[in-house]
């Protein structure tokens, strides 16, 4: 019996196959092995630097994850996550400038690879030039130093800075300012600043968020201010020439641009300016407006210096043509003067005309208030007589062109009453006689 139950060997397997069939499909049934997605897993970069050597700079286009699908049994779903694997975009296996190959491991052993099925096979990406931009540094100065005082031209170390970026970024960058404060300064300072960008709007620009972009720059931005005792002095011009002009013309006068400069230097030297005549203008013989520009600084005393960058003022010498109008007058309206006593007078011209000479404008204004003028009658006996005309000009603007004259008749009324008395009596006395010899 023994024996033979010891010979039974197919007996025995075919059962030990039947009830490892019957634990399978127990097994099975209680735990199926079914197809699970799994979303969200981060896809890590490698040999990123093979794109930055080429120099260029990427960006992932879209999301920066993967997803997969794993075939396992219920048992095992429930034990695994996205953490439990590792997707990879390697830069050496890109196939095309805009995908980059994935692949994902379970870096826990839970899934085999066999039973892992790519969803997500590459990620997209933007490669981009990168591409460096140097910009000056400027600073931007706020407060005012003590009184007295002024800021003179700021200086930064280093002048500018160079950003590499890609060129989506780069073509953003506009400017590099550094802020600083001068408040109550009254020696010249030197203080370091953060460098801060802008694009062309003036919007503040946040380079440490974008991807490869680099600033040239080591440390703080070293800036230092000028301080000055500075003053403000009136530009004083002495015209030479001026009643020496060309026949026909006359100076006007001199526009000066700018008339005040500013000067720096020590407090002492400063306060010893008030003006800065300058010498070296003349009119002698000009016809026409000159223009003459003078370098201020060869006016200066020794340690006073041109506070601003304009060292040169200009001086418009105004030069202008003489015009002749002729002007109409009643008679009537003229002033007598100096009519001798016991003689009247008389006008034989209704009208008189008079050619004045001055500028444009000065004329037009004559014209609007209107001409007067005046005669002399002094020391003329009565009689006929060629008096001159003399126009009443206010200003020195204006000068008569020759001569106008009308004719005055002086009658002294007394001289006619003696004579018309004189002709009476001789006419009585000769009736009288006429009369005598009647009688005889």
Known sequence: MKKK????????????????FIWLSVVSYSNPISTYTISGIPVEFEHEELITERGLSVEVVGKQTATIAVT???????????????????????????????????MTGKVSDSNIDLRTRSIEVKLESLTDVTVPITANVTGEPASGYAIGNVTTNPETVTVRAPESVAHLVRSAVVDVD??????????????????????????????DTTV???????????????QSVTITPEVQGIDAVAPGYRYTGVDVNPDKIRLSGLKADMNRITSIDVTELDVTGASETQTVTVDIRRYLPEGVEIFDDNYEVTFTLKI????????????????????????????????????????????????ANGLK??????GL????????????????????????????????????SEAETSASAEENAAESSAAASAGD
């Not at 805009?98 to 491991?105: C, F, G, H, I, L």
């Not at 009254?186 to 801060?196: D, G, Y």
């Open 5 to 20: 139950l010891m010979n039974n060997w197919s007996l025995k397997l075919l059962s030990l196959a039947f009830a490892f």
């Open 320 to 367: 202008e043509p003489l015009r002749q109008r002729t002007f109409t007058l009643e008679t009537n309206t003229l002033i007598i003067n100096d009519i001798p006593e016991q003689l009247t007078y008389s006008i034989q011209e209704s009208s008189v005309s008079l050619t004045i000479s001055g500028l444009e404008e000065d004329l037009d204004q004559l014209e």
């Open 381 to 416: 006996a009565a009689g006929e007589h060629k008096v001159l005309v003399t126009p009443i000009l206010t200003g020195g603007g204006y000068g008569q062109v020759g001569t106008s004259q009308i004719t005055v008749t002086l009658v002294d009324p007394n001289a006619s």
């Open 373 to 378: 003028a005046s005669i002399s009658l002094r």
């Open 72 to 106: 396992v049994n219920r048992e095992t779903s429930a034990r695994i996550s996205a953490d439990d694997f590792k997707a990879v975009a390697d830069f050496q296996d890109m196939y095309q400038d805009t995908q980059v190959p994935v692949t994902v491991t379970c």
């Open 182 to 211: 001068a408040s109550d300064l009254n020696e010249t300072t030197t203080l370091q600043a953060e460098l801060k960008f802008y694009d062309g709007n003036g919007e503040l620009l946040d380079l440490g968020s974008h991807k």
């Open 216 to 230: 040239q720059l080591t440390g703080l931005v070293k800036v230092t201010i000028p301080v000055m005792a500075v």
